[in-house]
Structures are given as C-alpha cells and as structure tokens.
C-alpha cells in the first residue's frame, strides 16, 4: 500500500516549508504536478520487492488546471484503489499572507492584476472544499518556517525514516581541526602515551594505552561530563530535525588520546540508542615527536 500525503493551502502558508521537511524525514516529495498525471505519479514500484517510501504531493491554486471539486475526486479514486492517502491543508490568517507576499516582494498567483488581498479571498473561496475535507490542518498565522518544520516533524514522526546521522571523529591538533564539526573538544589535558616508549608504538584502541589514559586523576570526570553533555544534546538536536552532527576530539597527534575518548564516547551514545560513526582521522600518520612538544612531566 502507498502511503501518500497531498498538501495544499493557502500561497504563502508554508506547502514548501512542509515538502522541505518531510524530504529531509525522508519522503519522496514533488510539487505542483497537474491533477490528471497523480495517478500514475503514486503508482506502485514495477519492481514488487521494492519497499516504497511515502510521498507527499504539493499542490494548489498555482498548479495547472487546478479544480478543487476535480482532485478531490482524484484523492477518492486513490482510496479506491488501496492507497493510505491523508490530506493536509495550510491555513493563515489573511493579513498575515498579506504580510509576507509584502515582505518577500512576490506576486499571489491570483492576484496578477488586482490587489493581494483580493487574492487571497478568491484563493480561499477557491479552496474551501479541500479544507473542510482536510483530515489534518495547521495554522501557520503565528509559526515561522521552523517552528512549523517542528509541527510537521512532531505530526509524522512515527513516518520517519531518517533521523540523526551521529559522527564522532578523532584528531590532531598538530594536523588542523577537520571541516564541518559542529563540536570540538580538547583532550589535550590527559596525559599522554606518546610519551611512554612502551606505549607509543600503540593506539587509543589498546587496552594499555587506554588504561594509561584512563588514570589520569582529571579523566573520568571530565569525560563523563562530556557525555551528560552531548547525551543532553543529541535528542534537541534530533527534536530540532538537525540532519548531521559532527562531534570531535582532539589531542596532539591523533594516535592515542582523541582514539580513545572517541570510542568510549561512541560506545556510551551507542547504549543511549544512537548509532554514531567513529572516524579516525589522523590514526594511520606517522608519529612525530616535533608534533606532540615536550611532555609535561607525568
């Protein structure tokens, strides 16, 4: 069975910021598709081993032969024909449309030659039919475009099929801190193993090396708090519809330290039920003694 959902509503209320959101939630989306191709638009795959994704469908007094009485009776022979199809309609207060079509400079497709407000009248005339058969509806008059991302992402969350892509990645100072991180972390404070020659042929992935690292009298408060932090975080982050969060450590080299509070860290997100990816940037280079300084006396 195809799960579609058709949104409609009034120009200015927010059909692209929904079609917007459910893409990034990981939906099929497509706007303005003339009512007489719908469908064939949410056909089921040819191929019968293939899990179909939901779909939402945009559409409105823009798109070509637009008839409210006509895709109503399209949405019916959908039902019809076994489809989940769920209409949602976008409503605002019309001098707040009013509002936006002034601040954004933009024409109302109904008002080509006569004041916005008259199109936004002859608009909701228009569609009055698809809003009273709506079996959901927002009013976007006091939302701006992210707290009705927010609306959409709360209302069809059970739909999801994306959600938090996790990294934590591992780094050396001496090496630059790597592009896009959204959080970055400083591990220099523990002692360091390259300064041990027993340990130094070793990485943060061995127990010696992070038995070492773990002794040290600052570690086990330090990060532990760190991962109240990021355990705090993650699900605003997620709640927010953040698609990626980068999160890295940093120590001189990359080899010990940043390797091994980064898989300790992964490990305990792991168990809080997220599924981040650890990524060793600097592990495989070559260990310098000019990169790590001078050791501090420990």
């Not at 917007?20 to 939906?27: A, F, P, Q, S, V």
């Not at 927010?150 to 069809?156: D, T």
């Not at 699900?235 to 390797?259: D, I, L, M, N, Q």
Request: aromatic residues 6%; charged residues 25%.
């Amino acid at each position: 069975m195809n799960e579609v959902l058709l949104v409609t509503g009034m120009a200015g209320a927010g059909v692209s910021t929904v079609l917007k959101t459910l893409e990034d939630m990981g939906w099929e989306t497509v706007d303005n598709v003339p009512l007489s191709l719908l469908p064939r638009v949410v056909a089921p795959p040819a191929d019968p081993t293939e899990t179909p994704r939901p779909i939402a469908i945009g559409f409105g007094t823009r798109t070509r032969n637009f008839d409210a009485d006509t895709a109503l009776r399209r949405f019916e022979e959908l039902r019809q024909r076994g489809d989940n199809v769920g209409l949602l309609f976008l409503d605002c207060a019309g001098g707040e449309l009013a509002r936006r079509f002034a601040e954004t400079r933009r024409r109302h497709p109904l008002a080509a030659d006569r004041p916005v407000v008259e199109g936004i009248q002859l608009e909701r005339r228009l569609l009055a039919p698809l809003r009273e058969q709506a079996n959901r509806l927002i009013d976007t008059t006091a939302d701006k475009a992210n707290g009705l991302a927010k609306q959409v992402r709360e209302m069809f969350a059970r739909d999801a099929v994306v959600g938090l892509t996790l990294t934590i990645e591992s780094f050396g100072f001496a090496r630059g801190i790597p592009a896009g991180v959204d959080m970055v972390f400083d591990v220099r404070f523990l002692r360091n193993p390259h300064w041990d020659p027993a340990l130094r042929p070793f990485t943060g992935r061995d127990p010696a090396v992070a038995a070492y690292i773990a002794a040290d009298p600052a570690y086990a408060e330090a990060i532990g708090r760190i991962e109240e932090l990021l355990l705090l975080l993650m699900p605003r982050y997620r709640a927010e519809g953040k698609p990626y969060v980068t999160v890295a450590f940093g120590c001189t080299g990359g080899k010990h330290r940043s390797v091994h509070v980064a898989e300790r860290v992964g490990k305990r997100l792991r168990e809080a039920g997220f599924c981040p990816t650890i990524v060793h940037r600097d592990l495989a280079a070559a260990p310098q003694d000019a990169l790590e300084g001078r050791p501090t006396g420990q």
